[in-house]
């Protein structure tokens, strides 16, 4: 089709009249020129955001990247030699993660299929991700289904990723930079999209819910333990607290199924669920619901053994963000007894200690699907700010992100947008708020809204639970099965971490790809890029330090740039003992 010919067939599905487009498409066309004043006749290269906004966009959705990886790994796989592209965007549209042929790696830059791509569709136009990520449904956007004359060489076939509370988390995309005339030449590409979205799904609400039962069902009893098509999450009373889109479709239906109990649902409650494990034919294993249909079902009991002894069971995905550390099980208990008050948060902490992670899975307690509402703070305009419209949210979680770089108009303007929002607050600092509200440099009034409560995450230097978190993040994605000798795990925990959890999660990435084989050795570390300026007090934070280093005085002094008696005096002048 000539660019006229496709200008010309928008103008007419504009003016109401048909052509034969796909209902989805004919949609967006009327969206792209109502909506965001965009232009057919204007054709727009692929919008890549900026290397920082890429960062960005990549350290939120880490954890579902790595989830993620081997199974996007496979299904490229599984398409290798048919030129297609593989995508993982993010809920806003951002390529965040790229599977592609090297060899066509300009062309691909140019297309827009490649890392950092921007496919949402008020920049993009009508397009697989963009169609996605509004309609919440698989799609094939064909060649000129494509509003914008640059992309409408490309075929781009897309499936819904959501996470386990029903909330679209990525969309995962499959393109050609050519492909065959006829959409149906892509009816193949949506069944693997499809089917690798639940996947992720699946291994998504298992990593999240290790400590839980989990019900996986399937309407066929030759899949149900390699491939089931819906899962579930209960607590110990049989309610659901997490889920996979299959299975709100297959149980829920329009009606939202966190929250409900097991047994409204099925013809069993939590305490039948071991009956439905390994061990008894699949095809026994059959589960009615109070419909009158039947699935089967198999259930996987909480993997409780590989908990560190001693630690409490905590809802929703707080198990997740701590190993025996003293300091952070306790605050960890704290935000589970707020998490379903209502009371506002704030949550301190330096730079990539985990604070946006810890406010998801405050959110993830809720007993029922509820919108997470996230506000970048920093550089905030105030009349864009006085412009956000939250007024429409019954339910949910508002997240303002560092909320300290608010200027002081734009907190003024913030304070009066809170008073017209139902949503709970959970705000996160880099600094000290409260000294900001003494120095005159922050609003006391907005302190006093958004700090009913206040967390503290503790930097990584501090934190008693070091082995646990390497061994947490060396689980999953590119350092999957890897193992650190004991030389470079010493190497690790002797250093200051300025950059905390995201520096950690970065420094070991790096390692894996210099390694050989499956051990990382302390010459696969890199060189730590910044470290802390010495402390103003030369013995502060010693004992937390000497806790976080297990009384090991070697390491201490690596953590402290000083040699080991200048640790073993300041002990002694400060009176310090190991403990026992």
Request: charged share 25%; hydrophobic share 45%; aromatic share 4%.
């Amino acid at each position: 089709m000539r660019d006229r010919d496709h200008v010309a067939e928008i103008d007419l599905v504009l003016r109401g009249q048909a052509t034969g487009r796909d209902g989805i498409v004919s949609d967006s066309w009327r969206r792209c020129v109502e909506h965001y004043g965009l232009d057919p006749a204007r054709p727009s290269p692929a919008h890549i955001v900026t290397d920082a906004e890429l960062r960005s966009h990549r350290e939120q959705s880490e954890r579902l990247i790595a989830i993620a990886r081997s199974g996007l790994d496979a299904l490229f796989r599984q398409v290798a030699g048919q030129n297609y592209v593989l995508l993982l965007a993010d809920a806003k549209g951002v390529t965040v993660d790229f599977f592609g042929d090297t060899r066509f790696e300009d062309d691909l830059r140019r297309a827009g299929l490649y890392l950092g791509s921007d496919w949402s569709e008020h920049l993009a136009g009508t397009c697989g991700v963009g169609a996605c990520i509004v309609t919440g449904e698989a799609v094939t956007i064909h060649q000129t289904d494509h509003f914008d004359l640059h992309h409408t060489p490309l075929s781009c076939t897309a499936a819904p990723i959501f996470d386990t509370s029903g909330q679209l988390a990525a969309v995962l995309d499959l393109s050609l930079l050519r492909s065959p005339q006829p959409k149906a030449s892509q009816s193949l590409a949506m069944n693997l999209v499809r089917a690798s979205a639940r996947r992720v799904e699946m291994a998504n609400l298992m990593a999240m819910t290790r400590r839980d039962w989990v019900l996986r069902l399937s309407a066929s009893p030759e899949f149900l333990e390699v491939d089931p098509e819906a899962a579930i999450a209960l607590d110990p009373e049989g309610r659901i607290i997490g889920l996979t889109h299959a299975a709100q479709a297959a149980l829920g239906g329009s009606r939202p199924l966190l929250g409900q109990r097991l047994d409204q649902l099925l013809e069993l409650g939590v305490d039948d669920l071991p009956d439905l494990m390994r061990g008894r034919p699949t095809e026994d294993r059959l589960v009615r619901l109070r419909d009158g249909r039947s699935l089967f079902g198999h259930a996987i009991a909480p993997q409780t053994a590989r908990l560190p002894r001693g630690l409490p069971l905590l809802p929703g995905g707080l198990s997740s963000l701590a190993g025996a550390d003293p300091a952070m099980q306790r605050m960890l208990s704290r935000a589970a007894r707020l998490a379903c008050s209502g009371v506002s948060l704030l949550i301190g902490g330096e730079t990539g200690t985990g604070k946006e992670r810890l406010a998801r899975a405050i959110h993830m307690c809720l007993p029922r699907p509820a919108a997470f509402v996230a506000l970048d703070c920093a550089g905030q305009d105030p009349a864009a700010l006085a412009a956000q419209d939250w007024t429409a949210g019954a339910t949910g979680t508002l997240f303002l992100r560092r909320v300290d770089d608010l200027c002081p108009e734009a907190q003024a303007v913030m304070l009066r947008q809170l008073a017209t929002t139902r949503l709970r607050v959970i705000a996160t600092s880099r600094g000290d708020l409260g000294q900001m509200v003494r120095d005159g440099s922050f609003r006391a009034d907005l302190f006093f809204r958004i700090a009913g409560a206040a967390l503290h995450l503790p930097p990584l230097r501090l934190r008693q639970d070091f082995d646990w978190l390497v061994d947490r993040l060396l689980r999953g994605g590119a350092t999957d099965g890897l193992r650190l000798t004991a030389a470079a795990r010493s190497d690790l925990r002797g250093r200051d971490w300025p950059g905390n959890l995201r520096e950690l999660a970065a420094t070991l990435d790096t390692a894996s790809l210099l390694a050989e084989g499956q051990v990382i050795d302390q010459t696969d570390l890199p060189p730590a890029l910044l470290a802390l300026p010495p402390a103003a007090d030369p013995d502060e934070d010693l004992r937390a330090i000497l806790d976080a280093c297990g009384w090991n005085m070697a390491c201490a002094a690596r953590r402290l740039g000083v040699n080991r008696s200048t640790v073993l005096r300041r002990m002694q002048r400060l009176g310090l003992t190991p403990p026992g």
